[in-house]
């Protein structure tokens, strides 16, 4: 079956302008993540969705940053007013659960001028 | 506060050998430990998960133990190919479940 998708895969922006980040989870998938990985550096935990419940967002980084999840299914990473260090590769996942296999979309490279 | 360190960062060997490589955590509190390999520009390809109640699994060439109450895992890669140069990173599942990865090893097996 389909896998995770993300778009756009490449996002090339000016700085102060605000950006969204699509994720396209597995169908059927009821958590939903989102990382960053910034060049050279690890995978930075963002912010996860669980089926209904509230999110949990201290991850993100700064209030420029916010994530969505409209009917459970796909997910919007927005980042207002962005910043050069925002550039990264924005990766989401989704799983069955919180405590089961989570699957990787192949990324957003955002770079930011 | 939960620390997840690879060791080594970077392994080059010739192809058809065995190796491990390692993965340590600070806190035992975990759900459980996935490998992944991330291939140079893509995502990242799930290879085995872990349990916190296991202590191992296969798949294929590839066992990753885990050994809570140390701290530890490792992947053992049996019979190297060119095919299994990538990073290989660890993450554990700790109890605020905010995934938390280690900086990867990469590796490179030699034709």
């Known amino acids: 079956g389909a896998g995770v998708s993300q778009s756009p895969s490449n996002k090339v922006t000016e700085k102060g302008k605000d950006v969204e980040l699509r994720c396209d989870p597995i169908s059927g998938h009821t958590a939903l993540y989102w990382y960053r990985q910034s060049l050279g550096q690890g995978l930075e935990f963002l912010i996860y969705f669980q089926g209904n419940s509230a999110p949990d967002k201290s991850g993100l980084p700064s209030d420029r940053f916010s994530a969505e999840r409209t009917g459970g299914s796909v997910s919007t990473l927005t980042i207002q007013r962005t910043q050069q260090e925002d550039s990264a590769v924005y990766l989401c996942?989704?799983?069955?659960?919180?405590?089961?296999?989570?699957?990787f979309g192949p990324g957003t490279r955002l770079t930011v001028l | 506060k939960q620390e997840v360190t690879q060791i080594p960062a970077a392994l080059s060997v010739p192809e058809g050998e065995n190796l491990v490589l390692n993965c340590s955590f600070t806190?035992?509190?975990?759900?459980?430990l996935q490998w992944f390999r991330q291939d140079p520009g893509k995502g990242l390809t799930s290879l085995l998960l872990i349990q916190s109640s296991q202590r191992e699994q296969t798949s294929g060439r590839l066992n990753a133990s885990l050994d809570k109450s140390s701290g530890r895992s490792t992947l053992y890669i049996a019979a190297s190919q060119p095919g299994d140069s990538a990073t290989y990173l660890c993450?554990?599942?700790?109890?605020?479940?905010?995934?938390?990865f280690g900086a990867g090893t990469r590796l490179f097996v030699k034709a």
């Open positions: 993450a554990v599942s700790p109890r605020s479940f905010k995934t938390i």
């Open positions: 996942a989704s799983s069955w659960g919180l405590t089961d296999t989570q699957y």
């Open positions: 806190d035992s509190a975990i759900y459980n």
